[in-house]
């Protein structure tokens, strides 16, 4: 199947909820092409609305339309939708717990040829601290489709981390899809990778590499940061001894600093994790910044490897039979 | 909504208003006099003429809305909504001790009638129109009001979100500038020069009317030609003194942010009746 980008589903997710939601508005500034809710703009004119390029009022504008019983949808890059506007997100939007829903496009080093002004690295970890706020990234256009759609009717705060690259489509219009419910992609007992985004394409590559060494890696795709899901993630926890994360942002506070949150309080086990080193972005082909940055699949592979080497031993022998 | 305020009736609440804040801040040991007491005649024009709300009634979908921006001036309001009924008077004294409602900063709906939280400067604006959008795609007819401090505009996203008002044609949104001279750190003019204010609202786009913001019948009528503009929005320029009323505290940057000690509260309140009886 053709690789399609993430932002895309939201355009498409957005564009299906101007038909079922009335409530549904759309704010960007000047950024709608991009993000794709030019789509929602061209179809529903009257329900959306430019702010120009001013981040900070389209914020405290979502959340006065919020305040009026709106449900609305503010996008942008994802740096700026999120960097520029942290204070207005936490006081107007998440203080007062309002129905706003953020969606970054953008987002992580797949920006490519733009650069590092223009690659969100820390938007997970300054998202995840703001209380209410529900944080979501979609493994690829389908889910990012249906996460768009159901955050509709989930209320709060929530924000979508959308890419502009091209990615794999891993899931199928069937595919049922909830926030907070993380989906075991790939079975297997040995060891359990996590990833979000573009890198749960990644740990099912590693986990097809590693499997002709006879290691049985779990894929968990946890496209919902925050809040997590708890059960799927303790449970491979215990039962494969040991952990992967992998994610395209920094190794600082995102999805590899949540989970290591969760498992140290609850069940700790090894951890590796793979993501940004404490540094910036920078130009490039997207494909060619994923291998400079060690975003690869070989990257998870060899995280994994490591992790393995000091899994404890009594775990590892009893493993549970091989999954075929 | 009286259709001809007393305005005799009126300057004697804002005395009383005035000697509440006061009792309230010393009592709660911090707090903002200054800028509470620069805007009493302001929100009394308010809530005593110009908003259209019911106490009774806090969630009416009708009613018109105010946004306090600058949640520092927020004793001043938690006094008008009591006084006004939509909470008890009694409850004023707990102001910024735990387990309060009526925190340093407010809280949308900790007691009823408080519309936004604020507290980081600026934002109240953006929100007055965002709620003026969704009501002008509901057909919804009604007011908001969103009273900022001199100080506070500063702020970019003020610009920006006074950008949007004109550019959208907002003309439900009516803005109120509590120009008290100072701010924080000294008279706003030496920290950070924004005038001419006048000017710079109507080159934005706006309908700017300036007035003496301790003049109750200037007070009352700017609200009324506001409520008549139509396809812009408005700002009301209220020139005002910081700490006005209390002789010691006008216009001294000292008191921006110090709770009067038990002498300095009876001296104001000994000065703030007086001035009522000469004024009535």
């Known amino acids: ?51 120009g390029i001013a981040e900070q009022d389209m914020i405290g504008t979502a959340a006065g339309l919020a305040l009026a019983g709106k449900i609305p949808f503010a996008c942008s890059f994802s740096q700026f939708v999120t960097g520029k506007t942290l204070e207005q997100l936490r006081m107007a939007v998440c203080y007062q717990n309002l129905n706003v829903k953020i969606a970054g496009s953008h987002g992580g080093l797949s920006v490519g040829a733009d650069g590092a002004t223009a690659e969100a690295l820390e938007e997970l970890a300054h998202m995840r601290t703001l209380p209410h706020m529900t944080v979501i990234v979609p493994c690829d256009v389908l889910e990012a489709k249906k996460a768009t759609i159901a955050c509709a009717d989930y209320p709060g705060p929530v924000f979508l981390r959308l890419g502009r690259s091209p990615v794999p489509i891993l899931t199928t219009e069937q595919d049922s899809y909830r926030i907070g419910q993380a989906t075991v992609m790939r079975p297997g007992d040995d060891v359990t990778i996590i990833g979000c985004g573009l890198m749960v394409a990644h740990a099912l590559q590693a986990a097809q590499q590693l499997a002709q060494e006879d290691i049985q890696a779990r894929v968990i795709n946890c496209h919902t940061i925050k809040p997590l899901d708890v059960q799927t993630l303790l449970r491979a926890a215990k039962e494969t001894g040991a952990v992967v994360t992998a994610e395209e942002h920094t190794l600082l506070g995102g999805l590899g600093s949540a989970v290591a949150e969760l498992l140290t309080q609850n069940h700790p086990v090894p951890m590796r994790f793979v993501g940004v080193q404490d540094r910036f972005g920078t130009s490039g082909d997207p494909s060619d910044l994923l291998r400079v940055f060690h975003l690869m699949p070989e990257d998870i592979v060899s995280a994994t490897r490591q992790v393995l080497q000091v899994k404890p031993a009594t775990l590892s022998s009893r493993q549970p039979a091989k999954h075929s | 909504m009286p259709s001809t305020p007393d305005i005799q009736k009126l300057r004697q609440l804002c005395v009383e208003l005035r000697q509440t804040v006061l009792r309230m801040i010393a009592k709660a040991g911090s707090g903002h006099p200054g800028g509470s007491l620069s805007m009493v005649e302001l929100l009394v024009g308010l809530y005593w003429h110009a908003l259209r709300h019911d106490s009774k009634r806090p969630d009416w979908p009708q009613r018109d809305l105010f946004f306090l921006s600058k949640g520092h001036g927020c004793p001043i309001l938690y006094a008008v909504l009591a006084f006004c009924g939509y909470f008890p008077k009694e409850e004023l004294m707990t102001l910024r001790r735990y387990p309060t409602r009526l925190q340093g900063h407010p809280e949308r709906g900790s007691v009823p009638g408080i519309e936004i939280s604020s507290g980081s400067l600026g934002q109240g604006l953006s929100m007055a129109n965002g709620v003026a959008l969704a009501d002008r795609l509901d057909g919804r007819l009604r007011r908001i009001y969103c009273l900022m401090g001199d100080g ?42 924004i005038e001419p204010l006048a000017d710079k609202w109507r080159a934005f786009g706006w309908h700017a009317i300036e007035i003496d913001g301790h003049d109750l019948k200037a007070v009352l009528s700017a609200y009324d030609e506001a409520a008549t503009i139509q396809g812009r929005p408005q700002v009301i320029i209220a020139r005002t003194v910081k700490g006005k009323g209390v002789s010691f505290m006008e216009l001294n940057p000292a008191w921006h942010g110090v709770a009067p000690k038990p002498d300095e509260l009876d001296r104001a309140l000994k000065e703030l009746q007086q001035a009522g009886i000469h004024s009535s």
């Open chain 1, 1 to 51: 199947m053709e690789n399609k980008p993430t932002r895309d589903g939201f355009g498409e997710g957005l564009l299906e909820l101007g038909q079922t939601h009335p409530n549904v508005v759309a704010l960007s500034g000047d950024l709608e092409d991009s993000a794709r809710a030019v789509w929602f703009k061209q179809r529903y004119p009257d329900r959306f609305f430019s702010v």
């Open chain 2, 152 to 193: 506070e505009i500063q702020e970019g996203q003020v610009w920006e979100a006074a950008m949007t008002s004109h550019h959208h044609r907002l003309d439900s949104v009516c803005a109120i500038i509590d120009a008290n001279q100072l701010q924080q750190n000294g008279p706003v003019k030496s920290i950070q020069d």
